[in-house]
């Protein structure tokens, strides 16, 4: 992707240009955008990270596209810019119905935008329309656009917003990450994609069935694009609307390795997720 590449760049010049002396600046180089501690299982999984966060509500009639919606974002201006990631609720939905993914994800240093939809019937391809519309009011209008990488994007939703975050990936390849959750689509063939991208399904989900859904998306998008399926184990369509802490905690991880190219994150991606919340995990390791 572009803007992977011209960090890449980059780090090569600074280290044809003798910047990097010692092990410490080596890694600053390598991922400029590491925002936060070293990352543990104990920071990933607590229900706030380590960012202090605060919220402003959008209104449907200050902004085009979309329907508004709430934002998201660190306090802290201190360590530079943060990527920014627009959420979907899912079908007769709204924002609330998965709103715990806002502050959680915002602590752990982006910006998040969790939209409401024109209409709550609204079908995959017009939420990835409005997700790429939430992204780009995000970084052209809004009031914390001054906090945002605008070249660090991603998207996210839930059953048919999650259906819409795949739309959205496809249209934009530019996108660094993408997080489908329970996600529904008619289309069940994404090998255009080139964003990265987690899905995350439920085991018992009788809504958009992993075997029909989830599965073939992620067989679908071509192991070049990186890629991870996660599957909860007994999780029916609405695990995301309870806090769920193992998609918390893949969510932040996958949008902290792609989204701010931070490899300290690869551990909890490679070799993945175990134990008894967890069904299967498959991905493309190594990423790095």
Known sequence: MAARAARLVLAATLVAGGVLAGSSGAAQAASPYERGPNPTTAILEASRGPFATASQNVSSLSVTGFGGGVIYYPTSTSEGTFGAIAISPGYTAAWSSISWLGPRIASH???????????RLD??????????????????????????????????????????????????????????????????SWSEL?????????????????????????????????????????????????????????????????????????????????????????????SS
């Not at 017009?126 to 991603?154: E, H, W």
């Not at 075997?211 to 679908?220: A, I, L, R, V």
């Not at 695990?239 to 792609?258: E, H």
């Open 123 to 188: 079908q995959p391809d017009s939420r990835g329309r409005q997700l790429l519309a939430a992204l780009d009011y995000l970084v052209d209008r809004s009031s914390v656009r001054t906090r945002i990488d605008g070249s660090r994007l991603a998207v996210a939703g839930h059953s048919m917003g999650g259906g819409g975050s795949l739309e959205a990936a496809s249209a934009r390849p530019s996108l660094q990450a993408a997080v489908p959750l329970a996600p529904w689509n008619l289309d069940k």
């Open 109 to 119: 240093g982006f910006v998040v935008i969790g939209i409401e939809t024109n209409s």
């Open 194 to 286: 080139r964003v990265p991208t987690l899905i995350i399904g439920g085991e018992s989900d009788s809504v958009a069935p992993v075997s029909s859904h989830s599965e073939p998306f992620y067989n679908s998008i071509p192991a070049s694009a990186e890629k991870a399926y996660l599957e909860l184990n007994g999780a029916s369509h609405f695990f995301p609307q309870t806090v769920n802490t193992p998609t918390a905690r893949q969510m932040v991880a996958w949008l902290k390795r792609f989204v701010d190219d931070d490899t300290r994150y690869e551990q909890f991606l490679c070799p993945g997720p175990s134990g008894s919340q967890i069904q299967e995990y498959r991905n493309t390791c190594p």
